[in-house]
């Protein structure tokens, strides 16, 4: 089965939690949405008894409880009653819920409950997913996101009930600038939030003629229908029930997919065929949006802003293409003046991305991340490092001194990354918060921000209620770091001084090294493990005697391995290090002895360091960004095994034929024995004044058999005196350009450029 939303899937916190539900008319679909509290609600027992209460939650779990917090369930009678807990968990009691809202019992707060009995009723939800699961679709391999240096459109639709429109006093100009003026909008929040580097234009559907009320698809229901009947399931949650047409009862989510499948036929005919509803041409449309009139049902899935997918959808398709990640948005929040308004338009939208609620459980990140509310705020650094890929990398600070940042909201040098050298999971990010301007008016403070990073996870870990361990600004002051466990980090943060649009500081790492020399303790847990031994008891004599040593590639979002120390392997023979993101290969200058050395996928520039070690029969290096190789000329031709040529001209393009179509059917990658495994190919359409018109990528095309065939598709195509440019890369960053065609197929013409 195939589920978009995986392929962009780039996990962040611990807590973060994506949701599944089985259906019979979807077979899977994920909704993500801000959590909600005290929101009034209104229910009726069964003896007609109108009951006033409220609602708090997110969509793993939300409670009824009375204006005291104390919960409220129902009974196998359908009563509502007070909740107690009888052996840790929660259950209904024989106190009956009064309208007058007096009842002297006793009652139990969601404080009361224990977490892991909150923690399974969680895991209960059908929109709960275990996070493990997720992170093995997306750790298995680096991968440049595909809504980088692209523009999406969003296709956004109106929808009003029979007996329910929109408020004309918005008339459809505010539509217009919310979702695409240059200030308080989703637009300019995605510029802002990625540098420019990722653009999102909307499209307002039914399509209208000047500055009038905004026009919608009207549905022949009202709007009570989709308001359904609330209730409390076994688990103590809150659900909704709807009637159907013929009377029978279904969920949210089978009165939603009928809707926005009326409401999409109904405007498909108005979307230009040449708008690109799918920049990274996997058959779904990248963003589509519903917006509903009135105000918000929370916890009601249709009446709730949030983010969901149509994953068993084969039939709903515009222009071709099918309908798959979709927001619901609900017109009383994009009224809302007590926030940015294009807030929860950036919230749900974000989710496209990948990113996902931190709002959950022991989040404690709060209003410095749009994806714990939805005020409209920047996303934290490491958020669009991960999500949108916006920050390349995040540099690293390995020396005790000073430093200093830019705002966070400018690029670049606006964050550093530091790890501990206590541990091999955990570092921490440092970034500059100013509270100002459009975005960042409703962050907590101006300062330094810090905040704990899991390596070992590959995501943020923000994880519990310790005030040492979470979000914090700093100003003036000075922090001692500690890890998850409450230990000292071995970090030290100091005068902190604040001054315009910067802020300085110092950082005092300390010198403890792991193993005796290293001061990456993953290097020292790789020796380890080769001599069987552990890291505390090493010694000088141990280090000498080790000929071969394999240390594990890092994870895309980890920090480079540093070799600081590998040179005390004297008697080193073999060492892999493939996939370690190296850039620093210094160290390896003194290892005279060695004979293998793979250096395969990382981002080495400078192989200087390789040149004396002429006692290697077995060298790799593809996958780099190095563009000389002339340092290890003086005994290349004594390598036995070897995948790079001194010239580096191993790759060329040719094409077969080009139809009378003038389309690119077919294109072939002839390449030497000295090539990559796999490379990354893009096919680029140019108008004929060379305006660019469409980009693909293919990412991990095989280059085993040594002449690949690569099929293009029909809409890269030359029809109209346009032109496609093909690209070769190394790199699944798409870096280090191996070959390069221009091809008109208008005049039968192909150019070799590279």
């Known amino acids: 089965m195939k589920v978009k939303i995986y392929k962009y899937i780039i996990r962040l916190f611990t807590v973060s939690l994506v949701s599944i539900m089985v259906l019979n008319i979807i077979s899977l679909e994920v909704v993500k949405a801000a959590p909600f509290f005290d929101v009034r609600q209104t229910i009726t027992q069964p003896n007609g008894d109108v009951i006033e209460c409220y609602t708090s939650g997110d969509e793993f779990f939300s409670y009824l409880h009375d204006s005291d917090g104390n919960i409220i369930v129902q009974n196998i009678q359908g009563q509502y009653v007070y909740a107690k807990l009888e052996n840790n968990i929660m259950v209904p009691s024989d106190n009956v819920v009064l309208p007058s809202g007096i009842a002297i019992c006793d009652k139990i707060k969601i404080t009361d409950v224990p977490e892991s009995y909150i923690k399974m009723m969680r895991e209960a939800s059908p929109f709960y997913k275990q996070p493990e699961a997720e992170l093995a679709l997306s750790n298995d391999e680096y991968k440049l996101h595909p809504f980088l240096n692209e523009t999406l459109n969003n296709i956004v639709i109106f929808i009003s009930f029979s007996d329910f429109d929109f408020d004309k006093a918005y008339p459809a100009s505010f539509y217009e600038n919310l979702f695409n003026g240059d200030g308080n909008s989703l637009k300019n929040w995605f510029a802002t939030a990625s540098y420019g580097k990722t653009g999102v234009n909307s499209w307002i559907y039914p399509q209208i003629d000047g500055n009038t009320c905004i026009a919608s698809y009207k549905d022949y229901k009202p709007r009570s229908a989709y308001e359904g009947t609330p209730y409390v399931d076994n688990n103590g949650s809150l659900q909704y029930r709807f009637i159907n047409d013929d009377g029978s009862v279904t969920n949210w989510n089978g009165m939603a997919f009928p809707l926005f499948e009326r409401a999409v036929n109904s405007i498909k005919s108005q979307v230009p065929l040449d708008l690109d509803l799918d920049v990274d041409n996997d058959g779904c449309i990248d963003y589509i949006t519903f917006v509903m009139p009135g105000s918000i049902v929370y916890g009601n899935w249709i009446l709730h802003p949030n983010q969901f997918c149509m994953a068993g959808n084969k039939t709903l398709k515009i222009n071709g293409k099918k309908v798959y990640n979709y927001n619901v948005q609900v017109e009383e929040q994009l009224h809302d003046t007590k926030y940015v308004r294009a807030g929860v338009l950036a919230h749900e939208g974000f989710h496209i991305f990948g990113a996902y609620d931190l709002y959950s459980g022991a989040s404690n990140i709060h209003e410095w991340d749009l994806m714990y509310s939805q005020m409209g705020q920047m996303?934290?650094?490491?958020?669009?490092?991960?999500?949108?890929?916006?920050?390349?990398?995040?540099?690293?600070?390995?020396?005790?001194?000073?430093?200093?940042?830019?705002?966070?909201?400018?690029?670049?040098?606006?964050?550093?990354?530091?790890?501990?050298?206590?541990?091999?999971?955990?570092?921490?990010?440092?970034?500059?918060?100013?509270?100002?301007?459009?975005?960042?008016?409703?962050?907590?403070?101006?300062?330094?921000?810090?905040?704990?990073?899991?390596?070992?996870?590959?995501?943020?870990?923000?994880?519990?209620?310790?005030?040492?361990?979470?979000?914090?600004?700093?100003?003036?002051?000075?922090?001692?770091?500690?890890?998850?466990?409450?230990?000292?980090?071995?970090?030290?943060?100091?005068?902190?001084?604040?001054?315009?649009?910067?802020?300085?500081?110092?950082?005092?790492?300390?010198?403890?090294?792991?193993?005796?020399?290293?001061?990456d303790i993953r290097v020292a847990q790789a020796i380890s493990k080769e001599i069987n031994k552990d890291i505390k008891n090493i010694t000088e004599e141990d280090l000498t005697k080790i000929s071969e040593l394999y240390i594990n590639p890092v994870d895309q979002f980890d920090l480079p391995i540093d070799l600081d120390g590998i040179d005390k392997l004297v008697s080193l023979q073999k060492i892999t290090l493939e996939r370690c993101k190296l850039n620093d290969i210094s160290n390896l200058k003194g290892l005279k002895n060695l004979s293998e050395l793979r250096l395969v996928d990382n981002n080495i520039e400078n192989i200087e360091s390789l040149r004396d070690l002429k006692s290697l029969k077995i060298l790799t290096l593809r996958g780099n960004l190095i563009n000389d190789y002339s340092p290890v000329s003086g005994y290349y031709n004594n390598l036995v095994e070897k995948d790079f040529s001194l010239l580096n001209n191993d790759l060329y393009i040719s094409i077969p034929n080009i139809n009378t179509n003038k389309t690119i059917e077919t294109i072939f990658i002839n390449c030497t024995d000295f090539v990559p495994k796999k490379m990354y190919v893009t096919a680029e359409r140019y108008t004929e004044d060379g305006k660019f018109i469409k980009r693909i990528r293919i990412d991990n095309v095989d280059l085993s058999n040594k002449n690949t065939q690569i099929n293009i598709p029909e809409f890269i195509n030359c029809q109209d005196g346009s032109y496609v440019v093909i690209s070769c890369y190394e790199r699944w960053d798409y870096k280090q350009l191996l070959a390069r065609n221009v091809i008109k197929p208008v005049t039968f013409d192909m150019e070799n450029t590279y």
């Not at 690029?411 to 100013?434: G, H, Q, V």
């Not at 403070?445 to 899991?454: A, D, E, H, K, S």
């Not at 003036?476 to 649009?501: F, H, K, M």
Request: charged share 25%.
């Open 379 to 519: 996303p934290s650094t490491y958020t669009k490092y991960r999500c949108g890929q916006w920050i390349e990398n995040i540099p690293e600070i390995k020396e005790s001194k000073s430093y200093f940042l830019k705002e966070s909201i400018l690029d670049p040098n606006n964050c550093y990354m530091i790890r501990s050298p206590l541990s091999s999971d955990e570092a921490f990010i440092l970034e500059f918060r100013k509270k100002e301007g459009i975005f960042n008016n409703y962050i907590p403070g101006t300062g330094l921000v810090i905040y704990r990073v899991n390596l070992k996870n590959n995501h943020i870990l923000i994880d519990d209620d310790d005030p040492v361990t979470c979000f914090y600004p700093y100003r003036d002051t000075s922090v001692n770091l500690r890890l998850g466990d409450g230990t000292y980090a071995g970090i030290e943060i100091s005068n902190i001084s604040l001054v315009g649009d910067t802020i300085s500081f110092s950082v005092n790492i300390s010198n403890q090294k792991n193993a005796l020399y290293f001061k």
